[in-house]
């Protein structure tokens, strides 16, 4: 069992020194065998911790004081090389910090580590990386999911008690699942997105990963709220989401719990019956199970294929060779220096989503594919307004499978869209989820549950998850 | 029907330079996504205004007051091709 962030962080506060906890997480990140860890950043984490022990001996008291924490490879830290998992990026050097991680060392943390992920976020298994797959610490010959999965297997392989992803379609939520540690998306805005590299603006969120719900829904506290520097951020008050209840009776007793039947079609036995144990066990808790259905939830992965792939096809357009990264050797013009270092810098996955995505936002094109995604979307967010209004939370799967093998999914892209079938609806529609482990099926590998709750309710989706956490033991 | 052509002019718009078997490949993997993503045709989405922002944020401004840089030294040594007061390209005009 890790520790958790709140415990070193009372340690902390109690006079231990910071160096003690980030120098064990230090030496475990350089010692990872998973190809969780991109880079470590010795001297700036050191730095820190000394500047967070002077401050407590001042008399501060920090929510995450010393708390070693490694951020996903795209995620800007001043001094650091970030590279979004990405050739293209190689040798650039951040020269300013994304705001929430500027929240997080402000509270305390010390950033020791970057971690692996899918190009730019995009895949569901960690394999689409210039750094080569990241193994998943609980089998090793299986995928973490993705694309967040080195700050999944930090975690799950106990190097950090939290870590910081980003989700698009279930980039959180989906490696958490896989690995059996708790991953937050919180409502979108919550949190500053100012120096994450973009993907899909539209619905990018930052948020963490963690051992348990207390230390996500702390993480949490500590990032939210309005930056200036992302005009989506929101100015929001997300309640007291550090006090969760402590027993399931005073965290489900009476709560409505929405479900989708149709959800139960298609999944493995294990994490079917998993979802049909977490059913019974919440009744028994005393929450009120609520049939609900989201009629157009089925055509989230079309719809997100084309919004998500054409926000990136305008993101990515920044790399072109010139003001940073990799630039093409052999080009005798301007015009071949942006599409031969794109050409070289950029990955297959990444390669056909910009092209996908210009397709879709191309003259002739745009009605019938952008245009008519977003209309869908709205549709999918009207059923979420009319699902909330019979339900406080739903509760289904967070993956329909546990971790699949390596290798198992690459040739196909479309089966690897699939894998996400039941995190993309939440992006759309801009709700929180979370994946909470619930057991395991019966290979041993984690099955997490997913539950989300209406936009700005992180509170109740916090309170809610770790209701779900206790039934869990 | 996509054929490479068309996979050629979005690699052009999109500055990307593909041999001709990515072309290929991209060609049969744009076919396979857009056939899956057809099925959009099957909501009726008639007056349905498009939602391009759950934040429902519109042309959000902020005061015009400077802030602090990223010094230039900085930015330029950052970039893969310069001299000390510019980023270097091909010369894209001709005497």
Same mark, same amino acid.
Not at chain 1, 40 to 47: I, Q
Not at chain 2, 52 to 61: I, P
């Given at each position: 069992?890790?520790?958790?962030?709140?415990?070193?962080?009372?340690?902390?506060?109690?006079?231990?020194?910071?160096?003690?906890?980030?120098?064990?997480?230090?030496? !475990?990140?350089?010692?990872?065998?998973?190809?969780?860890?991109?880079?470590?950043?010795?001297?700036?984490?050191?730095?820190?911790?000394?500047?967070?022990?002077? %401050?407590?001996?001042?008399?501060? %008291?920090?929510?995450?004081?010393?708390?070693?924490?490694?951020? !996903?490879?795209?995620?800007?830290?001043?001094?650091?090389?970030?590279?979004?998992?990405?050739?293209?990026?190689?040798?650039?050097?951040?020269?300013?910090?994304?705001?929430?991680?500027?929240?997080?060392?402000?509270?305390?943390? $010390?950033?020791?580590?970057?971690?692996?992920?899918?190009?730019?976020?995009?895949?569901?298994?960690?394999?689409?990386?210039?750094?080569?797959?990241?193994?998943?610490?609980?089998?090793? /010959?299986? $995928?973490?999911?993705?694309?967040?999965?080195?700050? +999944?297997?930090?975690?799950?392989?106990?190097?950090?008690?939290?870590?910081?992803?980003?989700?698009?379609?279930?980039?959180?939520?989906?490696?958490?699942?896989?690995?059996?540690?708790?991953? &937050?998306?919180?409502? #979108?805005?919550?949190?500053?997105?100012?120096?994450? $590299?973009?993907?899909?603006?539209?619905?990018?969120?930052?948020?963490?990963?963690?051992?348990?719900?207390?230390?996500?829904?702390?993480?949490?506290?500590?990032?939210?709220?309005?930056?200036?520097?992302?005009? @989506?951020?929101? =100015?929001?008050?997300?309640?007291?989401?550090?006090?969760?209840?402590?027993?399931?009776?005073?965290?489900? !007793?009476?709560?409505?719990?929405?479900?989708?039947?149709?959800?139960?079609?298609?999944?493995?036995?294990?994490?079917?019956?998993?979802?049909?144990?977490?059913?019974?066990?919440?009744?028994?808790?005393?929450?009120?199970?609520?049939?609900?259905?989201?009629?157009?939830?089925?055509?989230?992965?079309?719809?997100?294929? $084309?919004?998500? @792939?054409?926000?990136?096809?305008?993101?990515?357009?920044?790399?072109?060779?010139?003001?940073?990264?990799?630039?093409?050797?052999?080009?005798?013009?301007?015009?071949?220096?942006?599409?031969?270092?794109?050409?070289?810098?950029?990955?297959?996955?990444?390669?056909?989503?910009?092209?996908?995505?210009?397709?879709? &936002?191309?003259?002739?094109?745009?009605?019938?594919? #952008?245009? !008519?995604?977003?209309?869908? %979307?709205?549709?999918?967010?009207?059923?979420?307004?009319?699902?909330?209004?019979?339900?406080?939370?739903?509760?289904?799967?967070?993956?329909?499978?546990? +971790?699949?093998?390596?290798?198992?999914? /690459?040739?196909?892209?479309?089966?690897?869209?699939?894998?996400?079938?039941? @995190?993309?609806?939440?992006?759309?529609?801009?709700?929180?989820?979370?994946?909470?482990?619930?057991?395991?099926?019966?290979?041993?590998?984690?099955?997490?549950?997913?539950?989300?709750?209406?936009?700005?309710?992180?509170?109740? &989706?916090?309170?809610?998850?770790?209701?779900?956490?206790?039934?869990?033991? | 029907?996509?054929?490479?052509?068309?996979?050629?002019?979005?690699?052009?718009?999109?500055?990307?330079?593909?041999?001709?078997?990515?072309? /290929?490949?991209?060609?049969? =993997?744009?076919?396979?996504?857009?056939?899956?993503?057809?099925?959009?045709?099957?909501?009726?989405? @008639?007056?349905?205004?498009?939602?391009?922002?759950?934040?429902?944020?519109?042309?959000?401004?902020?005061?015009?007051?400077?802030?602090?840089?990223?010094?230039?030294?900085?930015?330029?040594?950052?970039?893969?091709?310069?001299?000390?007061?510019?980023?270097?390209?091909?010369?894209?005009?001709?005497?």
């Amino acid at each position: 069992m890790t520790t958790t962030a709140r415990h070193i962080a009372a340690a902390v506060n109690a006079g231990a020194n910071p160096r003690t906890a980030v120098a064990e997480a230090l030496a !475990k990140a350089k010692a990872d065998t998973h190809n969780a860890i991109v880079r470590t950043c010795d001297e700036r984490a050191l730095a820190a911790a000394d500047a967070v022990a002077k %401050r407590v001996a001042a008399g501060e %008291r920090l929510p995450l004081a010393g708390v070693p924490v490694a951020i !996903k490879d795209n995620l800007n830290l001043a001094g650091i090389e970030v590279t979004a998992g990405s050739k293209i990026l190689k040798g650039y050097v951040a020269p300013y910090t994304a705001t929430a991680v500027e929240r997080l060392e402000a509270a305390g943390a $010390i950033i020791v580590a970057t971690t692996n992920m899918d190009e730019f976020a995009m895949g569901s298994s960690n394999e689409t990386s210039a750094y080569g797959p990241v193994k998943n610490p609980v089998d090793p /010959t299986r $995928i973490p999911g993705g694309s967040s999965g080195g700050s +999944a297997a930090a975690v799950a392989a106990g190097i950090v008690p939290l870590a910081l992803g980003s989700d698009t379609g279930g980039s959180i939520r989906q490696p958490a699942s896989l690995t059996g540690t708790v991953g &937050l998306k919180p409502t #979108y805005g919550s949190v500053s997105r100012y120096g994450l $590299i973009a993907y899909g603006s539209s619905l990018d969120q930052i948020g963490p990963f963690s051992t348990d719900v207390a230390d996500s829904a702390l993480a949490l506290q500590v990032m939210a709220g309005k930056d200036p520097r992302d005009s @989506t951020s929101a =100015d929001r008050d997300l309640g007291a989401i550090g006090n969760l209840p402590t027993t399931p009776a005073a965290a489900l !007793k009476g709560l409505r719990v929405g479900f989708v039947a149709a959800h139960e079609e298609g999944l493995a036995p294990g994490v079917r019956a998993r979802l049909q144990e977490a059913k019974q066990r919440l009744t028994a808790a005393g929450a009120v199970l609520v049939p609900v259905t989201l009629p157009h939830e089925r055509f989230a992965i079309a719809a997100y294929y $084309i919004i998500a @792939t054409g926000e990136a096809s305008s993101n990515l357009s920044r790399f072109d060779g010139i003001r940073y990264g990799h630039r093409t050797e052999t080009a005798d013009s301007l015009a071949q220096v942006y599409g031969k270092s794109r050409a070289e810098g950029f990955g297959t996955e990444v390669q056909r989503r910009i092209i996908l995505g210009t397709y879709v &936002l191309s003259t002739g094109y745009y009605d019938a594919y #952008y245009k !008519k995604a977003q209309q869908v %979307r709205r549709k999918i967010v009207d059923d979420y307004a009319n699902a909330f209004t019979q339900c406080d939370v739903l509760l289904g799967p967070a993956s329909p499978t546990t +971790a699949f093998k390596v290798g198992e999914k /690459t040739s196909d892209p479309l089966q690897m869209y699939l894998s996400d079938i039941f @995190t993309i609806a939440t992006n759309l529609a801009g709700v929180p989820g979370i994946s909470v482990p619930f057991g395991t099926d019966e290979q041993g590998l984690p099955v997490g549950m997913q539950l989300q709750a209406p936009i700005g309710n992180d509170q109740r &989706l916090l309170a809610a998850a770790a209701g779900i956490e206790l039934l869990s033991r | 029907m996509i054929t490479d052509d068309n996979v050629r002019h979005l690699a052009k718009l999109a500055s990307l330079h593909l041999d001709d078997a990515t072309v /290929t490949r991209l060609r049969g =993997d744009l076919e396979s996504i857009v056939g899956y993503v057809e099925q959009l045709s099957q909501v009726d989405t @008639t007056g349905v205004e498009p939602l391009f922002n759950v934040s429902g944020a519109v042309n959000v401004t902020r005061a015009d007051v400077p802030g602090p840089l990223i010094p230039t030294p900085q930015v330029l040594a950052l970039a893969p091709a310069r001299n000390e007061v510019a980023i270097l390209v091909p010369k894209v005009v001709e005497r």
